[in-house]
């Protein structure tokens, strides 16, 4: 993103109309640069990318506000699962056109989010596409030198942790698409909402980013089904784990759509959407993240434990007996 040119294009008129304004870092040299200069502090930069899909990620008559929080709050779950404090992001925007009614709540949430989160804008790109639109949101965050939290690193005998609850975006998907879960609740305002707006705007657990660096051995976020990321984080710190699935947390609105039959466990646990940190604590520090958890106001679960061998993690009902899954997370291929 550059904006000085002093007769500029309809390119450098949008960035300057709608992003310059929230990129208030001095490192963003109020996008009149080609690059953006993040300071060296003494620790390890941690770098993630995310990009969201108009019809993939988000529904083409979804707010544009809701767009543009989503859009930078999947990467901030990102770093929280990484122990990271947010430095800031760049953005490369794919639009059809320049629409000043969808850009206008757009630029305004996101610098909203950029300031509540204590992630600015540093630059990036506007391009325009004939096809979907896209959002892609680079961010990057600080740890102290060598403790960023890896996928790698479980150990038998660890917890299995996750943070709030699970399952409530992909209802929310699902209310949004008339489906089931719309039909049940179409006298429930308040719990359509509270399921689409799980969807559409993330509550990522950047407040938990120090308690997990301090306390967990492997973490990651939530984003394509618990069943499915818990399997990744198992096979990159060659374990495996066992579930009580009656631990795993759910919503009361998910909790009585399960039992209703509305929603089967396994649509819950692979659905994706979630954002919610998994993350394995050894047992003698367990309580000190809770409490530390308690004291930032996430709510944390311990769900199982980790196991010695190389199977995929194993889900258990109540009798001990395991659930047959035949998905376990949702995938782009």
Request: charged share 20%; aromatic share 4%.
């Amino acid at each position: 993103m550059t904006s000085g040119n002093p007769n500029p294009s309809g390119e450098d008129s949008l960035i300057a109309r709608y992003f310059k304004p929230i990129a208030t870092d001095a490192g963003a040299f109020s996008l009149d640069d080609d690059a953006a200069a993040l300071r060296a502090q003494g620790e390890d930069i941690v770098v993630t990318t995310d990009a969201i899909v108009e019809g993939v990620h988000y529904l083409p008559n979804d707010p544009p506000d809701t767009i543009a929080r989503k859009a930078l709050r999947v990467n901030l779950s990102d770093l929280a699962a990484k122990g990271a404090t947010p430095a800031g992001f760049v953005m490369t925007l794919a639009l059809r056109t320049a629409d000043d009614t969808w850009l206008k709540p757009f630029a305004q949430a996101l610098g909203e989010d950029a300031a509540l989160f204590g992630c600015p804008l540093l630059g990036g790109d506007t391009v325009s596409t004939p096809g979907p639109m896209t959002i892609s949101i680079t961010a990057l965050g600080r740890v102290p030198t060598g403790k960023m939290v890896h996928r790698s690193g479980a150990k038998p005998g660890d917890r299995v942790v996750v943070t709030g609850t699970i399952g409530d975006g992909v209802l929310g998907l699902d209310i949004l698409n008339g489906g089931a879960a719309a039909k049940a609740l179409a006298a429930d305002a308040a719990a359509r909402e509270m399921l689409t707006g799980r969807y559409r705007v993330p509550r990522p657990r950047n407040a938990l980013a120090v308690a997990v660096r301090d306390h967990a051995s492997a973490a990651m976020d939530v984003s394509d089904g618990l069943a499915g990321d818990l399997t990744k984080l198992c096979a990159a710190s060659g374990v495996s784990a066992a579930i009580d699935a009656s631990s795993i947390p759910l919503s009361p609105v998910a909790t009585a759509l399960f039992g209703q039959g509305v929603a089967k466990l396994e649509t819950l646990i692979s659905g994706g959407d979630d954002y919610e940190i998994l993350c394995t604590i050894p047992e003698d520090r367990f309580e000190t993240f809770a409490a530390a958890a308690r004291q930032a106001g996430v709510a944390v679960a311990s769900i199982g434990a980790i196991i010695a061998g190389t199977n995929v993690p194993s889900f258990l009902d109540a009798q001990g007996r395991e659930l047959v899954l035949t998905r376990r997370s949702w995938s782009h291929f």
